[in-house]
């Protein structure tokens, strides 16, 4: 089973996307166990701070390191091992499919969902074990990040998947081979304005080698 802990100081927004779909599945199937632990646990002011003003001045706040230290000590002394801890940020190395088969095989993963103007290095540079990012682009923190990648990682555990068939034409494998346009039913639309979409002929005429070599062309 891997488990996997999202440490946040938004726990609420994960509620609706983890009981959901293949992450409900994969939990539900005892492969996959998912924490969502408040970072605010761990700070020790009556504000429960978690951020303050970054040293050399500039706008912004940064999260702290002592909260996020404490967290993960406690975090790997119930786990009794050490875990894989990632850190999400837009500077970070971008997360693929080859990561999340990695990741697939862990025991026990933590991800840190950073905010506002980031997070203190020194968690980078001492405790995360990577940095990940999902895109060239900036979001509001990462719980978005830490979604993404939760979801991309549980589809790829064992049995989660209702047709294990559905890993063999994956989009961006590997090999780096993208997946080939799908249709279904059917075979002619026929739209308000009267156009006809069809679908390819290769798809109706049956022909298995032929589909497998025009699939691959188009992937």
């Not at 081979?177 to 304005?193: K, M, N, S």
Request: aromatic share 8%; proline share 5%.
């Amino acid at each position: 089973m891997l488990q996997v802990h999202i440490l946040t100081i938004f726990p609420e927004m994960f509620a609706s996307p983890f009981a959901e779909s293949i992450i409900r599945r994969a939990i539900d199937k005892g492969t996959l166990s998912i924490s969502i632990h408040d970072l605010r646990k761990w700070t020790k002011d009556k504000h429960r701070s978690v951020d303050d003003k970054p040293f050399g001045g500039g706008p912004g706040m940064v999260m702290m390191v002592e909260p996020i230290y404490l967290a993960i000590e406690e975090i790997k002394a119930q786990l009794n091992e050490d875990p894989f801890i990632i850190v999400t940020g837009a500077k970070g190395k971008q997360f693929n499919q080859q990561a999340a088969e990695e990741l697939s095989k862990k025991s026990s993963i933590i991800i840190i969902c950073g905010r506002y103007e980031g997070i203190d290095q020194r968690v980078v540079d001492h405790i995360a074990d990577t940095e990940y990012s999902i895109g060239p682009y900036v979001l509001t923190g990462g719980e978005l990040p830490a979604m993404v990648m939760t979801d991309s990682i549980s589809r790829l555990l064992p049995d989660v998947l209702g047709n294990s068939e559905s890993l063999d034409y994956e989009s961006h494998s590997a090999e780096g081979v993208l997946e080939a346009p799908q249709y279904t039913r059917p075979a002619e639309f026929t739209t308000a304005d009267g156009q006809i979409w069809t679908v390819p002929e290769i798809l109706l005429s049956g022909n298995h080698q032929a589909i497998d070599e025009w699939r691959k062309n188009q992937g």
